[in-house]
């Protein structure tokens, strides 16, 4: 898919918007929880800074989500733009090596004698 929507009023994290990440299929996300954490949105800072993932809703509503969908078209209709967001997306640091590091860090650390 080229995008994908995440509408959750409440989310603590969730896959499925790291899953869009994964492959490219950018998300577009209620802005809450850990969907606000994982998904960079494509605001004019972001895109600025080359560094939007997808979009982010905010408020949860029927209006923002209607203009977050006319800013995903816009933006699909600009190849070399999107191309550039969904290589962002999938080199986003969604894995575990970097959580398991700093836990094995501080385990380590919490039983050196």
Known sequence: ????LVPSRFEPCGLTQI???RFGTLPLVAYTGG???????A?????????ATGLQV????????ARA?????????????????QRNAMRAPVGWD???AEYKALYDGLTAS
């Open 58 to 65: 905010h408020p949860i509503s029927a209006d923002a989500l």
């Open 19 to 21: 899953y869009g990440l």
């Open 35 to 41: 969907l606000a954490d994982t998904v960079i949105d």
């Open 69 to 85: 969908f006319d800013r995903l078209t816009a933006l699909y209709r600009q190849p070399d733009l999107w191309l550039r967001m």
């Open 43 to 51: 605001s004019p800072a972001g895109l600025r800074m080359g560094v």
């Open 98 to 100: 970097q959580s398991a």
């Open 1 to 4: 898919g080229d995008a994908i």
